[in-house]
């Protein structure tokens, strides 16, 4: 276990719609970052929030939005989806503050109908 | 662009035999690496890490070796065993100070242990 939670595990939804991804970073860390993992473009960068700020974005689309909390929990917000936003959405957590392992959650499985 | 990895490769062993993953990174300004391991309906899972000031680390039963004069970063599993049957990621980290954990992912390889 990760302690990395991310919820939910599965989410089915139709092409145009809004959902919200939820994360809760491992206990002391205070970066979350978000991946996105398909078939065909691996894991990709998604953003990084530290301590509340964003630190880095990667190649995150403008219909996807993030925010990381006072208490540290992450959501990422996706909008106006299209069937290629299926995929699967990990979060990872880290101290952020050096090269240190990102740890995984078991990651949101998204389905775009 | 910036790229590491190659396209998905498989390498099959049989169990206790020793498992050699290899990995091509293109960013010279890479300063960490890192091996992790995913199951099926998993997260990635951190297994070893390096520096770019060493050139091999090891841990239980993994060793990472690096090369920075060809850019090859390599994992080796000793006495593989069927539990080790995963997809293996190589990430790197060329965002140094700006972003610890900005990683770009190899495609990874897919390791099949037979008992």
């Known amino acids: 276990d990760s302690g990395v939670t991310q919820t939910p595990k599965h989410l089915i939804t139709a092409t145009g719609q809004r959902v919200t991804l939820r994360c809760s970073p491992r206990s002391g860390d205070l970066s979350v970052y978000w991946y996105q993992q398909s078939l065909d473009q691996g894991l990709q960068f998604l953003i990084q929030?530290?301590?509340?700020?964003?630190?880095a974005k990667g190649n995150i689309l403008e219909r996807f939005s993030a925010q990381q909390f006072p208490d540290l929990h992450s959501e990422l917000n996706l909008s106006s989806l299209e069937l290629g936003d299926s995929a699967l959405y990990f979060c990872?957590?880290?101290?952020?503050?050096?090269?240190?392992?990102?740890?995984f959650g078991n990651g949101t499985r998204l389905t775009v109908t | 662009g910036e790229s590491v990895g190659l396209h998905l490769p498989t390498l099959s062993v049989q169990e206790g035999d020793n498992s050699i993953i290899n990995c091509a990174y293109s960013?010279?300004?890479?300063?960490?690496f890192i091996w992790y391991k995913q199951e099926s309906g998993k997260g990635p899972q951190f297994i070893i890490d390096i520096r770019s000031n060493m050139d091999k680390r090891q841990g239980q039963r993994v060793t990472v070796l690096l090369n920075k004069t060809v850019k090859h970063l390599s994992l080796q599993i000793a006495a593989t065993q069927p539990g080790d049957s995963a997809v293996y990621f190589c990430a790197e980290n060329s965002a140094g100070g700006t972003s610890y954990g900005k990683l770009t992912f190899g495609q990874g390889t897919i390791l099949t242990v037979h008992p």
């Open positions: 960013n010279s300004a890479s300063d960490y």
């Open positions: 990872a957590s880290s101290p952020g503050n050096l090269n240190s392992p990102l740890h």
């Open positions: 929030y530290y301590n509340g700020e964003e630190r």
